[in-house]
Every structure is written in structure tokens, then in C-alpha cells.
T-cell receptor
Framework: AQRVTQPEKLLSVFKGAPVELKCNYSYSGSPELFWYVQYSRQRLQLLLRHISRESIKGFTADLNKGETSFHLKKPFAQEEDSAMYYC????????????FGQGTTLQVKP | DAGVTQSPTHLIKTRGQQVTLRCSPKSGHDTVSWYQQALGQGPQFIFQYYEEEERQRGNFPDRFSGHQFPNYSSELNVNALLLGDSALYLCASSVVGLETDTQYFGPGTRLTVL
């Protein structure tokens, strides 16, 4: 079954601390992985996708096919990073259909 | 460009009624996907429309149907509403091809079924 698991509902860190939001997936094929973010009172927006290999707002994510993970990392958290983060999966057989995890709320304390 | 727009913002219905939600895609986009997001959950894929046809469908009953118009806008219809249909309904648009999976989301329609 195709599935995305985000084991933490809430991650609370202090400003300046490193952040790692976990994402594990189950997919029989070559998946495309994404991280979407939703800031307070804003719409869901794409943060990054693994094939772009970009660093957006200081966040990076590496696809680990051996561990079927796509963890989101940032070395130094900022208060403005506080938001809901969703990991999502798509694949060659599901073009355009995103499978989302349940989301993790990141709370960055001053 | 206003991006993806959805109407109405909020809607209250009673069990058994029917509802229609509307979505206008981002300028230049030709594909519309609909998602249901229950409270505390991630979005769940309902279906996707391209060239006025349903292209893919998630695990939702036939009570959920849709339509895409020649201008690429789309409607989501839900018949015989159940209490469990209460959720935020998200519309996302994209462009078929290499960037199909890069979806732009609307603000959502909050449906409450009483």
C-alpha cells in the first residue's frame, strides 16, 4: 500500500536549534517526494520537492530509498518557521495524485 | 494572478442534502485536483480532472462527483451528505506534463454537515 507516515504530530524547538521533521513512505516504484507547508491562516504551499535538490528557506530534504525516508532538516530554526508541515508522495503511476502524511506542527519558541 | 480560488469559503448543510463547491485554477493551469481534509488529518485525494474528463480517482464513493469546464474551472458535487463529509475541501491546480505533481492549492471550502 502507498502510504506516508509522519510520526510526530508536534515538534517543539527553541530558536536557533536544529530541526528534523521525519517522513517515511511506502511505495512500490520510484516515488517523487514533496514537502508542503501551511503557515497560520495561509494556504498550503509547496516547500520543496526532492528532484529539485533545492534548499528553500534553509530547509533541505534528502530522499533515502534504502530507509524509505524523506526527512526535512534545517540547521537553525527561526520563529517564522512555525507552521504545519506535510510530507507528500507521488509516483509514476499516480501522476498528479498526491498522498499526504498527517502532518507535523513545528513550534519554534523564542 | 489571484492563484487558485474557491467558493464559497464556508458552507453549512444538513444530512441528505447535496452540495456544489467551485474552483478556478491558477492562470495557465489545465488540471484540477480535489482533496478532502478532515480535522487533524492530511489532505486525501478525491479525484483529478483534465480536458474535462476525470483522470484519476481516489477511494471515495460515487456520491462524490465532479466536472471540469472548457475554461478549466471545476466543480465538486457531493450528494446525500453524511456527517462524516464535514471537512475542508481543497482544490489544487497544475499543468499536465513534467510539473503535474507541482500543485498549487486554493484556500479551501469549509463544509459543515449537521
Amino acid at each position: 500500500a502507498q502510504r506516508v507516515t509522519q510520526p510526530e504530530k508536534l515538534l517543539s524547538v527553541f530558536k536557533g536549534a536544529p530541526v528534523e521533521l521525519k517522513c517515511n513512505y511506502s511505495y512500490s516504484g520510484s516515488p517523487e517526494l514533496f514537502w508542503y507547508v501551511q503557515y497560520s491562516r495561509q494556504r498550503l504551499q509547496l516547500l520543496l520537492r526532492h528532484i529539485s535538490r533545492e534548499s528553500i528557506k534553509g530547509f533541505t530534504a534528502d530522499l533515502n530509498k534504502g530507509e524509505t525516508s524523506f526527512h526535512l532538516k534545517k540547521p537553525f530554526a527561526q520563529e517564522e518557521d512555525s507552521a504545519m508541515y506535510y510530507c507528500a508522495l507521488s509516483g509514476s503511476s499516480n501522476t498528479g495524485k498526491l498522498i499526504f502524511g498527517q502532518g507535523t506542527t513545528l513550534q519554534v519558541k523564542p | 494572478d489571484a492563484g487558485v480560488t474557491q467558493s464559497p469559503t464556508h458552507l453549512i448543510k444538513t444530512r441528505g442534502q447535496q452540495v456544489t463547491l467551485r474552483c478556478s485554477p491558477k492562470s495557465g493551469h489545465d488540471t484540477v485536483s480535489w482533496y478532502q481534509q478532515a480535522l487533524g488529518q492530511g489532505p486525501q485525494f478525491i479525484f483529478q480532472y483534465y480536458e474535462e474528463e476525470e483522470r484519476q480517482r481516489g477511494n471515495f464513493p460515487d456520491r462524490f462527483s465532479g466536472h471540469q469546464f472548457p475554461n478549466y474551472s471545476s466543480e465538486l458535487n457531493v450528494n446525500a451528505l453524511l456527517l462524516g463529509d464535514s471537512a475542508l475541501y481543497l482544490c489544487a491546480s497544475s499543468v499536465v506534463g513534467l510539473e503535474t505533481d507541482t500543485q498549487y492549492f486554493g484556500p479551501g471550502t469549509r463544509l459543515t454537515v449537521l
